[in-house]
């Protein structure tokens, strides 16, 4: 759904899709919501740490095997 229309959806469907969608604004909301709370910021950053193991990207695919194409004879 275009932005500029996203206020008009009603559908019930809507109740369970995030409203924040970029990483950097989900970390600047849960930095603002548990600003209060003792020892919660080094949590946060290891949640959303760039780490090699978190980046999904970072793991290289399994090399591509040409296979027989079997015609169903």
Not at 13 to 37: F, L, P, Q, W, Y
Not at 41 to 60: C, G, M, Q, V, Y
Request: hydrophobic share 40%; no cysteine; aromatic share 6%.
């Amino acid at each position: 759904m275009q932005s500029e229309y996203a206020h008009m959806n009603f559908h019930p469907s809507i109740a369970s899709e995030g409203k924040v969608h970029t990483d950097a604004h989900v970390r600047a909301v849960a930095h603002a919501a548990m600003k209060n709370i003792p020892g919660a910021t080094e949590k946060i950053n290891a949640h959303f740490s760039r780490d090699t193991l978190n980046i999904p990207f970072s793991i290289p695919p399994t090399p591509v095997i040409n296979l027989p194409i079997h015609l169903g004879w």
